[in-house]
């Protein structure tokens, strides 16, 4: 589609009606279970650490849900909303990409729809950096597709604006641009790389990124460190494939990230987005090469999903592939809605043959509330002498900020552990001469006390007796 020609009407109705659909499926669930590990942190790290940067990400996701929390105490509604209306923008975004790419009312129905059935909603249950980021990736991704057509250079600023808030959630962004800016030096358009309302938004993002620049820099550049936890947890270049396949969604979405990652690179009618096709599978090299999860490819799916779209739109297939494709978007859905926890807390089960089942947000969430329960009451059973100098310990963010978030009910107002962020919010106080220690390897603090009893097995042990200063631990128990 050449830069004079006309896009086809927006399918306002039916498009927002399936974003409304995500969002109010998203929004429904959402009172299940308890809170998720990483939310928790999130949660804890943005309403008792506020800070402009944190070890393993920057500020934006824990001011969220540390606000929204004091807003809205214990509201798993509140808190997870914005996920929600994230993931129905999604959909949205990438119905305006397939119709900017020549696709009619169809093809934006379909865009929007293997959107919305994909990995991206199940993650969007949660509250989480990876869960917000893949709009605003989506949205530069269709900023760049309508630039592309129209030359409006307006739409380059607008791109930078977005990108500053994605640096506020992430730092993945800059492997985007940098890719498409070198696909479009070696494919053009050149002329990309000579606007300057381009250098303009670049400029703002970087301008924005700064303060958290700053926490980082003064912190040792904590961030760095994160690339190292997240190799060590590659599962391998098959696995990191199969999980980026079928992240797409079984069924529609796998199918649309295929036929249309294959039409930008064949379709004579797409010739001009093909720099972003390359860009974009740049960025699935980067990540497989340096080892990062496979979920991140998630923000990667908008523009295959409106590239396919388009050009099936463009097929004039026959009448009758309605009532399969119909099947297979039912299908989608189906395994969309089994993948989210609509299921009862009594059902033990985590997949129906090869589809996972919701259970697993049960799992973990009502695990972790009575883990913490159980150090809150071990903590309120001490002697209160012994408990004014006792410092909750956990061994792991996880156990941190769930027993930091359940555990005032018990008297409990600080915890603190030497893993990943945790570490950066501070030691105990001087007056912790015994620690209450959660976690599952009892040496990790038995050389800085003179006894250690366990109370209750394989989980929690009491230190007491300090033998070195918290000064002198703390640099000691830093753990990733």
């Keep these: 589609m050449r830069e004079t020609e006309e896009v086809p009407p927006f399918a306002r109705l039916p498009v927002l009606a399936v974003a409304a659909g995500a969002v109010a499926l998203l929004v429904a669930t959402s009172f299940r279970y ?108 269709f900023l760049l597709v309508r630039w592309t057509r129209t030359r409006r250079d307006g739409l380059l600023l607008w791109a930078g604006l977005v990108t500053a808030v994605s640096l506020q959630t992430k730092f993945l962004i800059p492997a985007l641009w940098a890719a498409v800016l070198l696909s479009a030096l070696v494919l053009g358009p050149r002329r990309l790389l000579t606007r300057p309302k381009l250098w303009l938004g670049a400029l703002i993002a970087v301008a924005a990124t700064v303060p958290t620049l700053v926490w980082q820099a003064a912190h040792g550049w904590a961030y760095a460190q994160m690339s190292e936890v997240v190799a060590a947890e590659f599962p391998g270049y098959l696995a990191f494939a199969r999980d980026g396949l079928l992240g797409a969604g079984i069924a529609v979405g796998v199918l649309a990230l295929l036929y249309g990652s294959w039409r930008l690179f064949r379709s004579p009618d797409l010739r001009q987005y093909r720099y972003l096709a390359v860009a974009l599978l740049l960025v699935v090299a980067v990540i497989a090469a340096t080892h990062g999860r496979a979920y991140y490819l998630m923000s990667l799916y908008s523009l295959p999903f409106a590239a396919a779209a388009a050009e099936l739109s463009r097929r004039n297939l026959a009448r009758w592939w309605k009532f399969p494709a119909g099947i297979a978007f039912a299908l989608s859905a189906a395994v969309t809605v089994a993948g989210l926890p609509v299921w009862p807390e009594s059902v033990k089960a ?32 001490l002697p209160a002498p012994m408990r004014r100098e006792t410092a909750v310990y956990a061994e792991i963010y996880p156990f941190a900020a769930a027993v930091e978030y359940y555990g005032p009910k018990y008297g409990i107002t600080d915890v603190y552990s030497g893993h990943r962020g945790y570490w950066y919010f501070g030691r105990p106080p001087d007056s912790a001469e015994n620690v209450l220690f959660v976690g599952f390897d009892p040496a990790l603090l038995r050389p800085y006390f003179s006894s250690v009893t366990e109370v209750v097995p394989g989980l929690m042990w009491l230190y007491t007796g300090r033998e070195k200063s918290w000064e002198t631990i703390w640099p000691e128990v830093k753990k990733q």
Excluded: N
């Design 34 to 141: 308890a809170h998720g590990f990483d939310e928790l942190y999130f949660l804890v790290a943005g309403r008792d650490h506020s800070a402009w940067g944190y070890f393993d990400q920057p500020p934006l996701v824990p001011l969220l849900a540390g606000t929204l929390d004091q807003w809205f105490p214990g509201s798993l509604a509140a808190l997870r909303l914005p996920m929600a209306l994230a993931a129905g923008a999604g959909a949205v975004a990438t119905a305006l990409t397939a119709r900017e790419l020549g696709g009619g009312r169809g093809a934006q129905v379909m865009a929007a729809g293997a959107y919305a059935t994909s990995g991206l909603m199940i993650i969007s249950h949660w509250v989480a950096t990876y869960a917000l980021d893949p709009l605003f990736w989506t949205l530069v991704v």
């Design 350 to 381: 985590t997949s129906f043959g090869p589809f996972p089942l919701g259970t697993v947000f049960a799992a973990g969430e009502t695990a972790q509330q009575q883990a913490a329960d159980g150090v809150g009451q071990a903590y309120q059973s």
